[in-house]
């Protein structure tokens, strides 16, 4: 059993920065790909990026690309968010999930490609 913990939500004004981690325990965290994922308040579940197994591809949704990076350390069992030029719009519990399958390159942005999640951190970015 997989136990994702994330951790560094916080309060922070637009155009700020924000690091999000993620630790891992239990399972095989360096055969899987791993995915961020958020939540505003009052809708759905988005894909925000994902990292490949062994950090070789990085993937983002169209809303938050150039502008935050996702990253892992295998020998931490973790993986980060760092999120840049923050917006109102970022407003929203931030989820990290594990892959259902070892060794994908591929971009993983359905929720159903992942078989773990975490209990959420939140992030509200004030204008």
């Known amino acids: 059993q997989v136990q994702l913990v994330e951790s560094g939500g916080s309060l922070v004004q637009a155009g700020g920065s924000l690091g999000l981690s993620c630790a891992a325990s239990?399972?095989?965290?360096?055969?899987?790909?791993m995915g961020w994922f958020r939540q505003p308040p009052g809708k759905g579940r988005d894909f925000v990026a994902s990292i490949t197994w062994n950090g070789g591809r990085t993937y983002y949704a169209d809303s938050v690309k150039g502008r935050f990076t996702i990253s892992r350390d295998n020998a931490k069992k973790t993986v980060y968010l760092q999120m840049n030029s923050l917006k109102p719009e970022d407003t929203a519990v931030y989820y990290c999930?594990?892959?259902?399958?070892?060794?994908?390159?591929?971009?993983?942005?359905?929720?159903?490609?992942?078989?773990?999640w975490g209990q959420g951190t939140q992030v509200t970015v004030s204008s």
């Open positions: 999930a594990v892959d259902r399958s070892a060794y994908s390159g591929q971009r993983r942005p359905r929720e159903e490609d992942y078989a773990y």
């Open positions: 239990g399972g095989t965290f360096s055969s899987y790909s």
